[in-house]
């Protein structure tokens, strides 16, 4: 692990809120997406369902509760910038990155965002939440206020087989008009690897969705695998609350890493318990809730039980003063 220091251009979506909810006007989702996918992750991939083109989209739910989100391309992806992807790119770097995000949201500090905003929800999904967890670890008072960590678990057992699984080639490789200019350490899965590795077994999902996400680019870092989280799997001494949301089949978080290889069933089983795995990693949180949706694989935004976990999330920060 290489130290590296830096300015580095990141690519972020600021929404402002759809209405206005009395006591959240100073509050603000930051949203982190995970391997192979990118910010439009938290507005279902940019897909518009015919009949509710928001039933996938994260980021209309929370506008709609009266929080303005901040969705952000992680260092490596989308339209961020692409530094060397083996000596640059590394977890280390991209948990300070969302520190100074942080700040910035903060003090006002960051380009277009003309206001600050005192309480930060981080929400993250997958790598994101391993990401998320070691911020919270290693600045319990100098990070969010509140974290949701989704595709999460303190044990993320199928996280190397699903790499596998997604069967990743030099993305220079597999779409050079596009990526061309990237070097070998930027990989692009398949869309077989996707489909195995990130949707739920029993097919609750919008075939339409699925075909629209085989058709994406998804692009992730060798140095995002290679990098260890660091502390990320020592208790947090931060003392607000956390919620973890975990799809019921999540072959990632719970499982192997791939669907076709045995079926995944999160919170049966110590093996698979999202909250045994997760809660003695935040011993000192002032209120800690998981909840495992069913009928849905690893990404929990883009199956039928979407809108459903929209709304246990935002009840939940409702009911922690969010």
Known sequence: MNRVSGTYQISVTYCQPTVKVPGRENTIQMLLHGVAYTKSYW???????PDFPNEYSWVATARSQGYATLAIDNLGNGKSEHPDPINVVQPPLQIEIMRQIIHGLRKRSLPQISKSYKKVVFATHSYGSILGRALATL????????????????????????????????????????????PSGYLAASAKGIRDAVYSYDSEFDAGVLAFDQTSPHNFVAGELAGDAPNGLNPSKFTGPVFVLTGRYDQIACGVGNFTAKQAYC???????????TKPLFPKASKFDVYVADHTGHDITLHYSAQENFGVVHEWLESVGF
């Open 43 to 49: 507005s279902g991939i940019d897909y518009r369902s």
């Open 139 to 182: 600045y319990p008072t100098d990070g969010a206020d509140a974290y949701v960590l989704t595709a999460a678990s303190g044990n993320l057992t199928g996280i190397m087989a699903a790499v596998g699984v997604f069967q990743g080639r030099s993305a220079n490789v597999v779409d050079s008009l596009r990526f061309g200019s990237l």
């Open 267 to 277: 919170g049966a089983g110590k093996a698979s318990n999202p909250y045994m795995y």
